[in-house]
């Protein structure tokens, strides 16, 4: 990973080892106060951050080739694996055009689909689509950004992401963007298993973290249309707010997957509901990769910071996925405990009774 | 309990002072030869058993009451809780009468509903119903059919009982029925909860343990026929064959869903489809008695010689709950153990880079 512990090595509570790099930290800095989540307002730029100015004015060639609003996307997709391809199907589906890069070469796949592929971001980049698209897994975002030719793209081009933690890319997009490029976070709270059969009523959280008036804010109402046409529940809502909720609700739900599926459950003719859904969770799980987990682990400002703290100086802290797996190990000794304790009575009374007054 | 050990007290694995008393196994008597459960054929009792005759002939008032095929049914339910009441509204729905006996009052719930309430299962079975169906829990039942005065009854009736377990209904009916007595062993495999919008393809297990040809037979298939116009996929299973898969997935659909509701979790805006199923499962499982639970865990053959030997002997067997209980474990452990490895490695990784060369 070749950003090593800097997107969670912050000042204040990371032991002195951890911040000696003086490299900015990708999560600390932008750390709402949590204390203000009840009113459950998104967390916006401030109006003047929002209306910065471009760089330098649209030249004449530009403005020929600025699209009206009604004309379609050309969304470049960066890291063009299941997700990816996944994601490129509803952009198709709305009508806009699809231009992918990857490591690996997709270039059939896309000879089939009907997207042009491309073998480097570089020679993606030189085409200028209105919007890029991140889908790179959550451990390779950060290499995979700061490798994009900013510079071969045009200066109101808008980068948008899709990862299952929404601080890291937040602040990542923040420090390393040009001032003018758009940025909005986004997580489609499913994927190629869950959202099969379309993708109606899934939730799809965004967060136009920087945005700015006329054709860029026109464009990124293209792009999210996207996802309220392909019938998704829209969620507007800040990345620190995403990571807060999620915390408490996917760590735990990957984690029951990942579990389940060591323990290699069969369906019987007899499943009953909640069994069913068992058996979904687990398949879902094994079809996300582990780097997927670990990302929720590592990468969501409400884990990684306390986490490295506790590991380096064997602090109890209150990291919440520790806490979640300790509460998780706890419960499940609990539950065993009062089956075991009744077994145990039932012997007990039996015994007595048997034996001789 | 009433039955103290004596449902699991069997010949052979269990320890002698278990099997001291001398009285029948349930559970044992019965118990299938599993290497032959790949061709699902349902265990069926002997054509002479099924065709046994009655203990006398019918006389003439008897041959009077006699319903017709198309006459709707008399009902009566033994225990009537919250799972008594949620079947009996489909009883109702399809136009056959319910009669009601419970330790608990429920006459004016029953004055509300249309149905007769009766104080003692005296009185209900004074009544002569067609169906007797017994809703009570698993650890009560043994108790409940014991103190059943099967004298007040047509010699014809039909019992039938919706326990979680299927071979100790079926071994204690089999039992303690007056011969000409039908047996029907079923399991609704949903409630109040995971079947409050409809019973449309939910699971409805059943097994015709011995029903005469004639009358007894026409009744058997009103009795079915209720679940079957109720939209439930209709599963004709042996006992055995239930517990056998129960046992598979049952336990642990539960004991995950006792695990999560020690957790406290809290639906989020943002829930994704895994999420909401681990509520959705929490939910039910929480209305759900500990007592089910318990019963799931001691009632299924299964479990119970092989956990009751465990427990006085020490012994390690193969019993199907407690290795399931010892996998999640395990299960667990490695999971997390994969996340500690990770951050342990990034760590050292970082840790070494930063060491002077």
């Known amino acids: 990973m070749a950003s090593s512990l800097r997107h969670f090595a912050g000042p204040g509570t990371i032991p002195a080892a951890a911040t000696a790099s003086g490299t900015t930290c990708l999560l600390r800095r932008h750390t709402p106060n949590f204390c203000t989540f009840a009113a459950l307002r998104p967390i916006r730029p401030s109006p003047a951050a929002a209306a910065k100015p471009r760089a330098s004015p649209p030249s004449v060639e530009e403005r020929k080739r600025q699209p009206s609003a009604a004309a379609p996307l050309r969304v470049g997709i960066v890291g063009f694996g299941n997700f990816g391809q996944f994601i490129a199907g509803g952009v198709q589906r709305q009508g806009h055009a699809v231009l992918a890069a990857s490591r690996s070469d ?3 796949y896309c000879a089939q689909h009907g997207i042009r592929f491309f073998k480097s971001v570089d020679a993606l980049c030189e085409e200028q689509p209105d919007v890029l698209l991140i889908c ?5 975002t950060e290499s995979v950004v700061r490798a994009i030719p900013f510079h071969k793209l045009r200066p109101d081009t808008i980068v948008a992401d899709v990862l299952s933690v929404k601080q890291f890319p937040r602040n990542l997009l923040l420090e390393i963007l040009p001032p003018g490029f758009g940025i909005i976070c986004t997580h489609p709270m499913f994927g190629p298993e869950s959202g099969k059969h379309g993708w109606g009523k899934l939730p799809f959280v965004y967060d136009k973290v920087r945005v700015a008036e006329g054709g860029q ?3 990124c109402g293209q792009f999210l249309s996207i996802f309220e046409q392909e019938g998704c529940r ?3 809502m800040s990345c620190a707010e995403h990571d807060w909720y999620a915390a408490g609700s ?3 739900t ?6 389940l599926s060591q323990l290699n459950l069969k369906s019987t003719p007899i499943n009953t509901k909640g069994y ?7 398949n879902n799980t094994v079809s996300d990769s582990f780097d997927l987990y670990y990302g929720l682990f590592m990468y969501n400002i409400n884990a990684t910071e306390q986490a490295i703290y506790m590991m380096t100086s064997k602090a109890q802290t209150s990291c919440q996925f520790f806490k979640q797996l300790d509460n998780l190990e706890r419960a499940f ?3 065993r405990q009062m089956l075991y304790d009744r077994l145990h009575n039932l012997i007990r009374k039996q015994i007595m009774e048997r034996a001789p007054t």
Do not use: C, N, P, W
Not at 254 to 259: L, M
Not at 276 to 282: D, I, K, N, P
């Open 136 to 140: 790179s897994s959550i451990l390779s």
């Open 333 to 335: 000794q609990k539950v």
């Open 234 to 236: 829209m969620v507007e």
């Open 106 to 108: 997709y270039s059939d």
């Open 254 to 259: 990957h984690t029951i997957g990942r579990v």
């Open 276 to 282: 069913e859904s068992l058996l979904q969770l687990t």
């Open 217 to 219: 804010a026109a464009k």
């Open 250 to 252: 996917q760590f735990i």
